[in-house]
């Protein structure tokens, strides 16, 4: 597709319980980044992958997060045993390369952990 | 950490002119700066990205300094629409990912 789709929209999650985030890129674009933003501004690099494979994950926390790019299916983002904490909004980009390009950010999905 | 500062709010009249400036004083040879901008609660939504050279496109220009330690983004004609929060991101030379600092909320008033 032209555009980044992000699946759900809305996601609310009791603490301690699983959550799992879709995202499909653009088609032909080989990275995948994800971004958690938290309190409306501050945007935070989680990970990001070239095709199936992880490209950067100094961001991601590692003992709950996990993410995954498999071939001819949406890439995902799980969080085990959700925290209060993991309320955020969480943004999908893709591009079709790294270097001096620009990143087309999905739609979101809000995370509320109660 | 963010790289950059920005004003945490600006106001511009409709029809002028906005120019939103951004500090990064630490930037390094082969960072390259980026300009996305969040309406309201959706994705964000690019503007325009430069090295040393301005650069200009359909939504804006981009004027970096000769030392690089500053950027001003410029929107030649504000609409109401244009009103949302502004980031100046310096993007990593070598993870490529979008570092990103607290941004400009940008009003367009009437």
């Known amino acids: 597709g032209e555009e980044v789709a992000q699946t759900p929209k809305h996601l609310v999650r009791g603490e301690g319980q699983k959550a799992k985030l879709y995202c499909a890129p653009i088609k032909g674009h080989s990275y995948v980044f994800w971004y958690q933003q938290v309190l409306k501004n501050e945007f935070k690099f989680l990970i990001s992958f070239q095709n199936e494979n992880v490209f950067d994950e100094t961001g991601m926390p590692k003992e709950r997060f996990s993410a995954k790019c498999l071939p001819n299916s949406p890439c995902s983002l799980e969080i085990q045993a959700t925290k209060l904490e993991d309320s955020a909004v969480y943004f999908c980009?893709?591009?079709?390369?790294?270097?001096?390009?620009?990143?087309?950010f999905g739609p979101g999905t809000r995370l509320t952990v109660t | 950490d963010a790289k950059t500062t920005q004003p945490t709010s600006m106001d511009c009249a409709e029809g002028r002119a906005a120019n939103l400036p951004c500090n990064h004083s630490t930037i390094s040879g082969n960072e390259y700066v980026y300009w996305y901008r969040q309406i309201h609660s959706q994705g964000p939504q690019y503007i325009i990205h430069g090295l040393k050279n301005n650069e200009t496109n359909e939504m804006a220009s981009l004027i970096i300094t000769e030392d690089r330690k500053s950027s001003t983004l410029i929107l030649p004609h504000a609409t109401l629409r244009d009103t949302a929060v502004y980031y100046c991101?310096?993007?990593?030379?070598?993870?490529?990912?979008?570092?990103w600092g607290a941004g400009t909320k940008l009003i367009i008033k009437p």
């Open positions: 991101i310096v993007r990593g030379d070598s993870n490529y990912q979008l570092i």
């Open positions: 980009a893709s591009s079709p390369d790294a270097f001096n390009y620009e990143q087309y």
